[in-house]
């Protein structure tokens, strides 16, 4: 990152985590009516954004997207970093996992471009739009992830430029109004995309992004706010938008994942991640076998090369009974080595580069991909009781290759749909930070969270952090913690 970029990401989080100001004005320091003058000045800040983001991605999107699921378990080679508290499902008050802080610095990032680039001269308004497209698309994002994971949250679409009790302390927003929110701040990103083009690459927001978000979006309130079938023929359309671009299935599922095959066809959205740049590991690390891979056998030795970490989590039992043998799936997503009881499964899916003998887990984080559209797809469909075979059958054929007749799926009824699709997302997406989100959209996640047995429905939604509280004293803790 150079000087330029380097001073925006600081102004950006300083814009953020603000302080009172002096009487005294600086003579040297960077403001906003110094800043926001050129075109590069927007690109910078746009930087800056997806700096921010990347920070949330090297692990608390998995966390909050997946950690709570029934997907992982101890992985018994090290201690458990505090990551039992999800797989086990005893969040508290006092220890609530990840604050929204880091969340609402990337949303003030993306509120800067929103208020400041519109004054801004441009080459083109094409380019301005394309800066504009990119803010709303990831404030969309941001709100989704902050409603899905605690409901009611503050709501915050002006940025942060001063202190004072006024400018940065709210209440709750009714969750309701969060997602009128968002699907404004996606009609506004699509309408400003020119096209479905991928024009500076995947690690970015794009059209089809946006469109994959919109379904996204429009399933969850069709199902958790009672948005019914308006909502799911959006979702469907917003699928369909999708179709339109230059993205397909690989043929090869493992493909997918190959290090030296990011951003492939398949790949609608991901944050970028790159050895020698300075960015850590990504949550990868942890799920990586710190095994000597010496002791084991030549063939198992050489699927897993030189290690780094040790697995503190790993996949359960539960899960990986539910590949069968003939899954090309299963082998492109976690290894089982001999002896078990010493060795726990490797989750190869984002394994990493392997570089003068060292391990980097940075495996690009996959937002959207097309097979997740698909699926969303199927499951809208079948929502409006129209028969999802074709989306289902795309994602088994690759899946199965020459076996694909024995696992055919043919269409039934609602309930027995919606088992079968929620089950096929778990198969093609695991470890992708979906599944958590994925069983709280069905309402399964009392059925098939085994940590779960038992307990209150409030825990759908996350504790807020007491250090949250401390800093936010007219937000209130959500109810049951």
């Avoid at 600081?10 to 005294?24: A, E, I, N, P, W």
């Avoid at 404030?139 to 915050?156: C, K, S």
């Avoid at 090369?305 to 082998?331: C, H, I, M, P, Y």
Wanted: charged share 20%; glycine share 6%; net charge negative.
């Amino acid at each position: 990152m150079n000087a330029k970029y380097f001073l925006i990401v600081l102004f950006s989080f300083l814009s953020f985590s603000c302080s009172k100001q002096l009487d005294v004005e600086p003579v040297s320091t960077i403001t906003n009516a110094s800043f926001w003058k050129t075109e590069d000045d927007a690109n910078g800040a746009l930087t800056g954004m997806y700096v921010k983001f990347r920070n949330l991605a090297v692990l608390n999107l998995f966390i909050l997207g997946e950690a709570r699921s029934e997907v992982m378990e101890w992985g018994t080679l090290s201690g458990t970093l505090d990551y039992d508290r999800y797989y086990l499902n005893t969040l508290n008050a006092t220890s609530a996992g990840p604050n929204w802080q880091g969340i609402y610095a990337n949303v003030n990032a993306a509120n800067l471009i929103i208020k400041y680039v519109p004054n801004i001269q441009f080459n083109s308004e094409a380019n301005k739009n394309y800066v504009l497209a990119q803010a709303y698309a990831m404030r969309a994002y941001l709100y989704f992830v902050l409603a899905r994971t605690w409901g009611d949250v503050p709501l915050w679409s002006e940025p942060v430029e001063g202190y004072s009790a006024e400018t940065t302390q709210k209440t709750k927003t009714p969750v309701a109004d969060i997602f009128d929110f968002i699907k404004t701040d996606l009609e506004k990103s699509i309408e400003l995309f020119p096209n479905l083009s991928f024009p500076d690459g995947k690690n970015r927001w794009n059209k089809a992004s946006a469109y994959a978000l919109k379904a996204d979006v429009y399933l969850w309130t069709g199902k958790r706010l009672n948005g019914g079938d308006a909502d799911f023929n959006i979702a469907v359309s917003a699928c369909e938008e999708v179709e339109k671009a230059d993205v397909g299935l690989l043929e090869n599922f493992p493909d997918i994942f190959k290090y030296n095959n990011k951003q492939n066809k398949e790949i609608l959205m991901s944050v970028g991640f790159k050895e020698l740049e300075g960015a850590a590991n990504n949550y990868f690390y942890n799920m990586y076998s710190g095994i000597n891979a010496g002791t084991l056998d030549p063939v198992t030795g050489e699927l897993i090369g030189t290690t780094s970490g040790g697995v503190v989590w790993t996949v359960t039992e539960l899960v990986r009974n539910q590949f069968s043998a003939d899954d090309t799936r299963k082998d492109a997503s976690f290894l089982e080595l001999p002896n078990p009881t010493y060795y726990p499964p490797v989750i190869v899916k984002g394994r990493g580069v392997l570089i003068s003998g060292v391990r980097y887990y940075t495996s690009d984080i996959i937002i959207y991909r097309f097979a997740d559209v698909l699926l969303m797809k199927a499951e809208a469909k079948n929502a409006l009781g129209q028969d999802p075979s074709t989306e289902m059958n795309k994602i088994r054929l690759r899946a199965y290759g020459p076996n694909y007749s024995a696992h055919e799926f043919v269409d039934g009824s609602k309930e027995d749909n919606d088992e079968a699709i929620l089950k096929e997302r778990l198969l093609e997406l695991v470890f992708e930070g979906k599944r958590w989100w994925d069983l709280v959209r069905f309402d399964k996640a009392f059925d098939l969270v085994p940590s779960l047995a038992g307990k209150d429905s409030y825990m759908l939604l996350w504790p807020i952090p007491l250090e949250t509280l401390s800093l936010e004293p007219n937000v209130t803790q959500n109810p049951g913690y």
